[in-house]
Every structure is written in C-alpha cells, then in structure tokens.
C-alpha cells in the first residue's frame, strides 16, 4: 500500500470514529410516530361528510359484528364504515378500543362528526356519531335500526357520557 492511500484510509478511520463518538454525545433525534397511530383531527369538511352519510344510514337494520349498509350494523361497526368511507380514518373495531382512539373533546366543544360513547363506568358499552343539538346517530341494539337520539334522552343520560374527536 502506498503513502498516499495509507494517510487517506488513516484518515477516514479518524474522521468515521470522530462522527461515531460525536453522535453518542448528542441527543437523539426524535421519531415521528406514524400517522396511524397519532390521533387525528377531522377538518370542518370531514365532519361534515361524517355526519351527513351517518345521517343517511338512519333505518339501516342493526346486526351484531355487522359494518356494510348491506349486511346491517352494531355500533362499532357503523362508526368504522363512516369514518372509513368519509374521512380516510380506519376506527378500531370495538367500542371498548374507541375509547382510546383520537383525542378526548370537552362537551363545550362537541362538534358534529365527533364520537360519544356511553358507559357505566370502566370502559364503554355502546357509541355513536354526533350530528349536533345535542343528536347522535347509533345502532341501538338487536332487533333495531340506526337511529338518531336525544343526548338528553332518559337512557342515555343516566349514563357516563365521553366525547372524543377521531
């Protein structure tokens, strides 16, 4: 090996170890999360074309599992298929799971296309879409259809309510 080429490996060696012992002194660059994971914020347009096709689906027959206008829908199911369809947003599939997914909303800040979901206590039982004037769409139970429903109403109020915006 020749002078010349000796000095240059000697000195890319020196200049790979300098980078390498600088790096470990510096702090470490953060990493995004991806963007499935992040929660989301629908904009005024996605809202709107969430609450509008939910509101289409009224009278669409409930099934347990189901989440297609053709097969029916329970209410996990229902709130996938919208927010799918109408905002590019994939929702977990159980309401148990939706109470962890987007960004907690205080009820003074409730806006159409936002989730409610209603509870006992410990984690949610059922879910739905909020249409605004204190109205969600849902799909209620076996033998139902999705329907719109009073906030207010006496079922639902005597329940713990949490609003969270996908």
């Given at each position: 090996m020749d002078g010349s080429r000796f000095r240059f490996l000697k000195f890319s060696t020196a200049l790979a170890l300098t980078a390498l012992l600088l790096a470990c002194g510096t702090r470490p660059v953060a990493?995004?999360?991806?963007?499935?994971?992040?929660?989301?914020?629908?904009?005024?347009?996605q809202s709107r074309n969430v609450t509008v096709y939910a509101l289409?689906?009224?009278?669409?027959?409930?099934?347990?599992?189901?989440?297609?206008?053709?097969?029916?829908?329970?209410?996990?199911?229902?709130?996938g298929h919208v927010y799918?369809?109408?905002?590019?947003?994939?929702?977990?599939?159980?309401?148990?799971?939706?109470?962890?997914?987007?960004?907690?909303?205080?009820?003074?800040?409730?806006?159409?296309?936002?989730?409610?979901?209603?509870g006992k206590g410990g984690a949610p039982t059922h879910a739905g879409i909020y249409v605004d004037e204190g109205r969600f769409v849902h799909a209620p139970s076996t033998g139902g259809q999705v329907r719109m429903d009073r906030l207010t109403a006496p079922h639902w109020a005597r329940q713990?309510?949490?609003?969270?915006?996908p």
């Open positions: 990493v995004p999360t991806p963007a499935a994971a992040a929660p989301a914020s629908l904009s005024d347009e289409g689906l009224v009278g669409t027959p409930y099934r347990y599992g189901g989440n297609t206008p053709e097969s029916g829908f329970d209410c996990s199911g229902l709130i799918q369809l109408q905002a590019g947003l994939a929702a977990p599939r159980t309401v148990a799971t939706l109470q962890g997914w987007g960004q907690q909303v205080p009820a003074s800040q409730l806006r159409a296309g936002d989730l409610v979901l209603f713990q309510i949490a609003y969270r915006r």
